[in-house]
């Protein structure tokens, strides 16, 4: 394609390479190198995949289900081009350290894996080509999640969920019609992992601004044009009209694609997530399974209401209370206390250090404030689109009760090194905030 071919789309953009970055000015890319959101590529599977030029033996990773929505037709397809190993993974395969050493056995022999699936099939297919220096690319089934274009993965490794590094997809392709006969719950768990835009932005901001912590606002550039239609026409998303999903699909994409933009999951996990991450590890085991997304979209009306809440007060004063290992091993157990004390570790000041950064939320709260508040949206907006499309709103609605919710929203800054307003409400007494949201 010529130069002059390229249309004004940051998507178009991004994948040649000359999209402007309003961080610096300066044009870049990312190392996908083909993205298609189509109404359909039926009959076309082949013809996206052979110019990636992946070798003559290629792997189609599936579970049983996605398989039968999409994989076995990918299969037949992609047979034209090579050696084809078909991996389908046993009942609901589960994004954790085991299952990916599974699948890095079955696909020994092959040049490249194909993932065909959402979350869980494609996590766990990016990092196990990771883990092997393999190529992969991902044919979506779902729009439930935005994991399909970053370089993270969301991976279980003794209990403990971490997002580890993984390999960026050389090509991502989207067929619409797949995903407009997705299952509702997955659309919502997609609106979900979506909506939580804004309180990942507000949570950055407030860690850029307090404790200097790098910030881009390239990844939410990207997302602006797309994020109205989601909030004020969500019930479009279920007309099962795959035009009507394409504002979720590129929403989804894009999301990703700023996570390898900042070589993070950064711009779209921050508390909102930690919350889900701590509903995963420790949820009671005879709870019904939710969609990563469902129980994101809960977190992030936490999120959403802690931080209006802090920023509607006066300056934070802070008096943190100093945590030990040996608590965080007392609460968690001595593996997984060792693990999270090893990330929060890093959030535990010295006095001086914390009075600086007390004189420092006390003379620049209002900048702090108005910058953040930009970012953020009103929580009651959120609420109004979740509720709309159906999404679960409520701990009720996602399978917990309020006591373990609550717990949930209080331990989960001990999770991952990464400052929110979850720390900055504890770690200012507002514990109110924690137990009422």
């Known amino acids: 394609m010529s130069i002059h ?147 993270n993965a969301a991976i279980t490794v003794g209990g403990h969920k971490k997002s580890l590094a993984a390999n960026a997809p050389v090509g991502v392709f989207v067929d619409l019609t797949v995903l407009a006969a997705a299952p509702p719950r997955m659309i919502r768990a997609g609106l979900g992992d979506s909506l939580c835009r804004s309180t990942a932005q507000a949570d950055w901001l407030l860690s850029h601004h307090l404790l200097g912590t790098p910030y881009r606002a390239a990844p939410f550039a990207l997302l602006a044009a797309d994020e109205p239609a989601l909030l004020d026409e969500p019930e479009a998303l279920f007309r099962r009209d795959p035009e009507s999903m394409r504002p979720l699909a590129r929403t989804l994409i894009l999301s990703g694609l700023g996570m390898t933009l900042c070589d993070g999951s950064y711009p779209a996990s921050q508390g909102e997530h930690l919350i889900s991450h701590y509903i995963d590890m420790f949820a009671p085991p005879e709870r019904a399974a939710y969609f990563h997304g469902e129980q994101v979209g809960v977190a992030t009306l936490t999120m959403a209401r802690i931080q209006e809440k802090v920023l509607e007060g006066p300056p934070p004063r802070l008096h943190a209370k100093r945590i030990h290992r040996e608590e965080l091993e007392r609460r968690f157990g001595q593996d997984l206390g060792t693990s999270c004390w090893q990330e929060f570790a890093t959030k535990q000041w010295s006095p001086a250090a914390e009075a600086r950064l007390d004189r420092h939320l006390n003379d620049h709260w209002n900048e702090i404030r108005a910058s953040v508040g930009i970012a953020l949206l009103p929580a009651e907006r959120i609420h109004n689109a979740l509720r709309r499309a159906g999404c679960p709103t409520r701990p009720a609605d996602i399978g917990l009760a309020s006591a373990f919710y609550a717990e949930a929203v209080r331990n989960a800054r001990y999770l991952r090194d990464r400052y929110t307003f979850l720390d900055l409400a504890e770690d200012s007494g507002q514990h109110a905030l924690m137990s009422a949201s």
């Not at 249309?7 to 309003?22: K, N």
């Not at 959101?37 to 599936?62: C, T, W």
């Not at 994989?71 to 589960?94: F, K, M, N, Q, W």
């Open 5 to 151: 071919a390229i249309t004004g789309d940051p998507l178009d953009r991004l994948l040649h390479g000359v999209w402007t970055d309003p961080d610096t000015g300066a044009p870049i890319g990312v190392p996908v190198r083909a993205i298609a959101i189509e109404h359909s590529v039926a009959g076309r599977e082949a013809d996206l995949v052979a110019p990636l030029q992946l070798g003559r033996r290629l792997a189609v990773v599936s579970d049983a289900t996605t398989r039968v929505v999409l994989g076995g037709r990918v299969e037949r397809a992609l047979s034209r081009l090579a050696a084809i190993t078909p991996v389908v993974l046993d009942g609901e395969p589960h994004a954790d350290a085991e299952t990916a050493g599974t699948i890095r056995r079955a696909c020994a022999d092959a040049d490249a894996l194909i993932a065909v699936g959402s979350g869980t099939v494609n996590d766990l297919c990016k990092h196990a080509a990771a883990q092997d220096g393999k190529p992969y690319a991902v044919f979506a089934t779902a729009p439930s999640m935005n994991g399909y274009t970053s370089k």
